[in-house]
């Protein structure tokens, strides 16, 4: 009579804490890296909020010079063409002067800000 004896099958115990705590690190860096990533694409969309008030500053400044308008106006209704929609999201640009001076802009999404500024041609801007 022949006994066979059959292989041991499945994982020790050792084996699977191991996967476990190298998939729980794998996790930890892949949430913090995720965060810089948040980080990163919100403090881009302010920028993007500060060129997009930029734009509309120039373009208002353009229409009211060559329709003879008054270009002494405050630049924040100008500012707040810009559309924000989004209901995830919070976001505001603030815009501080008037077309005939510089302007001050701050783009902020979720609490990472960008300023940047608007330089009237009347002012010496370019």
Do not use: H
Request: charge should be negative; charged fraction near 15%.
């Amino acid at each position: 009579m022949r006994v066979e004896l059959l292989p041991d099958q499945g994982f020790t115990l050792i084996e699977m804490i191991a996967v476990l705590v190298l998939l729980g690190i794998l996790s930890v860096s892949a949430a913090v890296y995720y965060g810089s990533l948040l980080d990163t694409s919100k403090s881009r969309g302010a920028s993007s909020l500060v060129s997009a008030a930029q734009s509309q500053l120039s373009l208002e400044f353009a229409r009211r010079a060559t329709a003879g308008l008054t270009l002494d106006t405050d630049s924040q209704p100008v500012c707040d063409w810009v559309v924000i929609s989004s209901p995830s999201v919070v976001a505001s640009i603030v815009c501080v002067g008037n077309l005939t001076d510089d302007v001050a802009i701050t783009g902020t999404i979720d609490s990472k800000s960008f300023s940047g500024s608007w330089n009237s041609p009347l002012a010496g801007g370019s």
